[in-house]
């Protein structure tokens, strides 16, 4: 997977911090919310790896949306940044979870998705989707909306919608009004972040290679590249029937940043201080808002 090297990043940090969380004790909600929003440490992560309690959230409640990204706060849980490609269609909403999984919201009854101020973007009509087995042509977004009722009225299941490629969307309006022609659920994905301004890639690190795991069975895994890591680790999992625990990586091992530095660090405590210095928001943007004396929102 694209990231998986992040991933592993993220397992050994939260190995390494004390895994009980009585932060939850003296912080309502909407407290963790702005935590984990303004928390200059946060990172992208893959999609996959969000916890599963999270997943079935996402699935049940945000089945008609499209992720955009995952991003996890060490300290105190998760990010996902979603695009509505239904009722709200173009609209952007950033649901959160704590690091158990749990979903985030307001106990005095506040809406725990904090939308951003307007619609991203327009669908052009006519609208070709499938849901399930049954495809559909839609006119306008009421149209829309009654396809989505009435397979589910139907069916019984939540279906996310499947595009037929090209689509067309608008961004502005009126004499701004720009038309783009969406060629794939990647093009689909890029127009919810080119409202955002947001780069695709935030990769922050890779291990230099070769490194080497120990894994769950007591095994080292020694991989010589990337792709040779994920291959290994796909086998093994695929094949393991013990317990499922997590790989720990064999300290001491060279992390190499996405500005080509490279650190090598010999403990769980390095690798942690190793990425808060380096896996945060840019440098220039960290200083911005220092000078400015205030938070990242």
């Not at 999270?54 to 949306?65: A, G, I, L």
């Not at 290679?209 to 120990?214: G, I, R, Y």
């Not at 290994?232 to 393991?240: I, L, V």
């Amino acid at each position: 997977m694209k990231k998986l090297l992040l991933i592993f990043s993220l397992i050994f940090i939260v190995n390494s911090c004390d895994d009980n969380m009585s932060y939850m004790e003296n912080m309502n909600d909407f407290e963790l919310i702005e935590a984990i929003a303004n928390d200059p440490n946060k990172f992208e992560i893959d999609s996959v790896d969000i916890p599963r309690p999270s997943k079935v959230v996402v699935d049940s409640e945000y089945f008609d949306y499209m992720m955009l990204t995952a991003e996890i706060s060490p300290e105190y849980g998760y990010q996902l940044s979603m695009g509505d490609m239904a009722l709200d269609a173009g609209d952007i909403t950033e649901v959160f979870f704590t690091k158990d999984g749990r979903k985030l919201g307001n106990r005095e009854g506040m809406d725990d998705r904090k939308r951003h101020n307007k619609r991203c973007f327009k669908y052009v009509f006519p609208l070709s989707f499938s849901l399930g087995d049954t495809s559909y042509t839609v006119n306008d977004y009421s149209e829309f909306k009654e396809a989505m009722k009435a397979h589910y009225e139907e069916t019984g299941e939540r279906d996310k919608p499947a595009f037929t490629y090209p689509i067309q969307v608008q961004f502005g309006k009126d004499e701004e009004a720009e038309i783009v022609t969406l060629n794939s659920d990647e093009e689909h994905k890029q127009a919810f972040q080119a409202c955002r301004g947001e780069e695709d890639d935030k990769k922050c690190f890779t291990f230099g290679f070769p490194v080497s795991f120990t894994m769950p069975d007591g095994s080292v895994l020694t991989a010589e590249d990337e792709k040779d890591l994920e291959e290994k680790m796909g086998a093994f999992y695929e094949s393991y029937t013990g317990e499922k625990k997590r790989p720990e990586v064999v300290f001491p091992v060279d992390l190499v940043f996405e500005d080509g530095s490279t650190h090598t660090v010999n403990s769980h405590e390095e690798m942690k201080q190793a990425m808060k210095d380096n896996c945060g928001r840019s440098k220039g943007e960290d200083e911005g808002t220092e000078a400015e004396g205030g938070t990242r929102g």
